[in-house]
């Protein structure tokens, strides 16, 4: 099992980055796949899920509007576009898969598998 993600770099403020998270090892289609995001020094933030079946997206609401979770299931990948990027999104991005209830979704303890995570610096 084996989550891998991509995509991060240095963007200027209002700029927008495509994020990648390739599964294998496993049918990504038969799990929740979340984005969650982790300034060195503070605790691991939940950005955004979206969930196996109908795939239901949801969000924090520091990145609603801006950040859309999406997924290919044919390619086994999973997506995060950032648009309106801020200073305050600069953080390591890591990619899980997961089975979680409704009430666990932000919490970092309902994913068993971790990608490496990429990091995304947004700084003029």
């Excluded at 991509?6 to 998270?21: E, F, H, I």
């Excluded at 979340?34 to 609401?61: C, H, L, M």
């Amino acid at each position: 099992v084996q989550l891998q993600a991509s995509g991060g770099g240095l963007v200027q403020p209002g700029g927008a980055l495509r994020l990648s998270c390739v599964a294998s090892g496993f049918t990504l289609g038969h799990y929740a796949i979340a984005w969650f995001r982790q300034v060195p020094g503070k605790e691991r933030e939940w950005v955004s899920t979206i969930r196996n079946g109908g795939g239901s997206t949801y969000y924090a609401d520091s990145v609603k509007g801006r950040f859309t979770i999406s997924r290919n299931n044919g390619q086994n990948t999973a997506y995060l576009q950032m648009n309106s990027l801020k200073a305050e999104d600069t953080a390591i991005y890591y990619c899980a898969r997961g089975r979680p209830i409704l009430s666990s979704m932000r919490n970092s303890g309902a994913y068993d598998s971790w990608g490496q995570g990429t990091l995304v610096t947004v700084s003029s």
